[in-house]
């Protein structure tokens, strides 16, 4: 049980350093659409081919994208099920962000204003 615990904190581990690149989240953001090319990922972020495949290979050793070469065309597709550990994660702290905006927004609401009375 101990173990399964320890790869599975691991694994979302990775998951959040292979989200922690700015160019890896645009390259997902995309294959949330459709499915591209190496090349098709790459164009739009100014990056070469070599650049763009080894983002790629980040995000499939974290199961986050999946490979298919047909010919000279490598297609890459997005896999989300490595993120629900990682949403799950969030979620847990999720109402604590909640808590803090709804204080902030009672502070808001009770602030004086220009005249001097209360909102």
Not at 15 to 28: K, P, T
Request: charged share 25%; proline share 3%; glycine share 6%.
């Amino acid at each position: 049980m101990l173990n399964y615990m320890v790869d599975q904190i691991a694994d979302m581990d990775a998951v959040f350093q292979a989200l922690a690149n700015g160019a890896r989240r645009n390259m997902l953001g995309r294959l949330a659409e459709t499915d591209l090319t190496v090349g098709q990922l790459a164009e739009p972020l100014a990056m070469t081919l070599a650049a763009a495949s080894k983002h790629i290979k980040v995000l499939e050793r974290v199961g986050l994208v999946r490979q298919t070469v047909s010919g000279r065309r490598h297609v890459c597709h997005l896999e989300p099920m490595p993120l629900a550990s990682a949403a799950a994660w969030l979620r847990f702290y999720e109402r604590h962000w909640d808590e803090r905006l709804d204080d902030l927004e009672l502070l808001f609401d009770s602030e004086p204003t220009g005249d001097g009375e209360v909102r």
